[in-house]
């Protein structure tokens, strides 16, 4: 069974920084795609970025390119995003999702982490 477990979620003051992990569990993640969305209270789901497992590419929502950074440890299972220079707009639930490669959906969802940023 997939599971997927973040941490790293809590309170921040604007400008500050954060690293959230997502632990992956229940098969080799080598042909997947790992995503990180977020949800604002009120809004819709959000993508921020994603990373292919196997060869680490990665793509960015406009609104955290350059301030967001998602990494993965192939030996721990995990994958991170680091975001630098938070602003309260990027309070949110963060959740991180898996999908096989070339499919269009996410199939594979962790329980999410609240981020608050304080201005």
């Known amino acids: 069974q997939v599971q997927l477990v973040e941490s790293g979620g809590g309170l921040v003051q604007a400008g500050d920084s954060l690293r959230l992990s997502c632990a992956a569990s229940?098969?080799?993640?080598?042909?997947?795609?790992m995503g990180w969305f977020r949800q604002a209270p009120g809004k819709e789901r959000e993508f921020v970025g994603d990373?292919?497992?196997?060869?680490?590419?990665?793509y960015y929502a406009d609104s955290v390119k350059g301030r967001f950074t998602i990494s993965r440890d192939n030996a721990k299972n995990t994958v991170y995003l680091q975001m630098n220079s938070l602003k309260p707009e990027d309070t949110a639930v963060y959740y991180c999702?898996?999908?096989?490669?070339?499919?269009?959906?996410?199939?594979?969802w962790g329980q999410g982490t609240q981020v608050t940023v304080s201005s």
């Open positions: 999702a898996a999908k096989l490669a070339g499919t269009i959906r996410y199939d594979y």
């Open positions: 990373i292919l497992w196997n060869g680490g590419s990665t």
């Open positions: 229940g098969r080799t993640f080598s042909r997947y795609v």
